[in-house]
């Protein structure tokens, strides 16, 4: 089944639990966490302490993307927080396998991210470890960014692949994901959705995230609430 999971790097800080708690009224399942250092991407956003934060006014999993060097040293921290699942960069993990295996000793949910310039063939011995790999369809850093269109066949590939193996991790897609491009995406095979802009962007999070769900499953050929 297609997820909608509001991202709330876009959302208004100062009503973070009325947004967030709006966002799952219109739809939203998971909510998804950036974590910026401003050393592995070009900017700084939210770690831990938020996360705890938001452990107390959602039940929904939390899903934290790790933009970040050394993202090992933050797992344990992630994990008694609150946080679900973890997913870390091909190319910022020194040692992929062992990172993925320290996310799950924790207790969390292992991912695997991959940038626009990175190949899914890279992925293949690790992704029998992994509940789902973030393709990210724009250069990791900042919300608002234009879709990036070969996107598309990164996600046509991480499905075929998962057949051809025989397994069962999930696709999710990062970046420019709005009522332009959101049935492209959905038809291309992702079923876990990141939006932060087209859903907390102009106030109304609630409206916002019950019109996105629905074009997904619209385009994926599910019934929507």
């Avoid at 302490?49 to 929904?60: D, E, G, N």
């Avoid at 090992?72 to 960069?89: M, Q, R, Y």
Wanted: charge should be negative; charged fraction near 20%; include cysteine.
């Amino acid at each position: 089944m297609v997820e909608l999971a509001p991202s709330i790097l876009s959302a208004d800080f100062a009503h973070l639990a009325e947004q967030i708690q709006a966002a799952e009224r219109g739809g939203g399942t998971v909510i998804h966490v950036d974590v910026m250092d401003g050393h592995f991407v070009p900017n700084i956003t939210m770690g831990p302490p938020v996360v705890a934060s938001l452990r107390k006014v959602t039940k929904l999993p939390i899903d934290c993307h790790l933009m970040i060097e050394n993202p090992d040293e933050f797992i344990p921290a992630l994990a008694e927080a609150g946080a679900n699942w973890v997913s870390v960069h091909y190319e910022a993990c020194r040692h992929l396998h062992r990172s993925l295996e320290l996310i799950e000793q924790h207790g969390m949910k292992p991912a695997v991210v991959i940038n626009p310039a990175t190949r899914v063939n890279l992925l293949i011995d690790i992704l029998p470890m992994v509940h789902h790999v973030l393709v990210m369809s724009v250069n990791p850093g900042f919300g608002g960014q234009e879709f990036i269109r070969f996107s598309l066949e990164k996600i046509r590939h991480l499905c075929a692949v998962r057949a051809e193996l025989g397994l069962e991790y999930r696709v999710e897609v990062d970046g420019g994901i709005a009522p332009e491009t959101i049935a492209q995406v959905v038809e291309a095979g992702a079923d876990l959705l990141v939006a932060g802009n087209a859903i907390f962007g102009d106030g109304h999070p609630e409206e916002n995230a019950r019109r996105l769900i629905h074009m997904a499953r619209a385009a994926a050929g599910e019934c929507s609430k």
